[in-house]
């Protein structure tokens, strides 16, 4: 089922919500990303911690797993929506966006922006208070696409990786 289309640059794109033959695609372009690249692959003997995480994600209904497709069907670009219930802002929902990646050739043409705008649009659709999202300190690029949306760069972040 078709969540959006974007028409841009002569050119159809259709959002939809991800299904289990998505996973494949799915690391792949997550793979190509540069910071990931020497963690993520599609390799068949890595498949199954992507394909149990696939089917968590998609059993639960505060999550949305999303490609975007092509006019021939291809996925284009991907990002997982999480709706977070919580005590802060007088029981606020946040909507938090991750792993949000469109293929290289099709950077600059708008889809990204597109995507963003129709999950803030969701956002509020589902009676969020806040879209947050976090990226990486080192992309530059990526921080000027998202306060071009709107958004601030208002905290810092921090991670504990665990083995």
């Known amino acids: 089922m078709t969540l959006a289309t ?4 002569d050119q159809r794109f259709h959002l939809r919500k991800a299904g289990e033959s998505d996973v494949e695609p799915i690391i792949e372009l ?3 990303d540069q910071l990931r690249a020497a963690v993520e692959s599609s390799a068949p003997e890595r498949r199954a911690p992507y394909l149990a995480a ?3 994600i998609d059993a639960d209904p505060a999550h949305l797993l999303s490609v975007v497709e092509n006019s021939e069907g291809a996925v284009v670009a ?5 709706f977070l219930p919580g005590m802060a802002r007088g029981g606020a929902t946040r909507l938090q966006i991750e792993a949000v990646r469109v293929a290289q050739e099709l950077r600059g043409l708008g889809l990204g922006g597109a995507m963003i705008t129709w999950a803030v649009d969701e956002a509020r659709r589902r009676g969020a208070a806040l879209v947050q999202l976090t990226s990486d300190a080192s992309r530059l690029d990526a921080h000027r696409f998202y306060e071009r ?5 208002s905290h810092a972040g921090f991670k504990l990786q665990l083995p």
């Open 149 to 153: 949306l709107g958004f601030t760069q």
């Open 30 to 32: 997550i793979a190509r």
């Open 54 to 56: 696939f089917h968590a």
């Open 78 to 82: 991907t990002m997982q929506l999480t």
């Open 6 to 9: 974007f028409a841009l640059a």
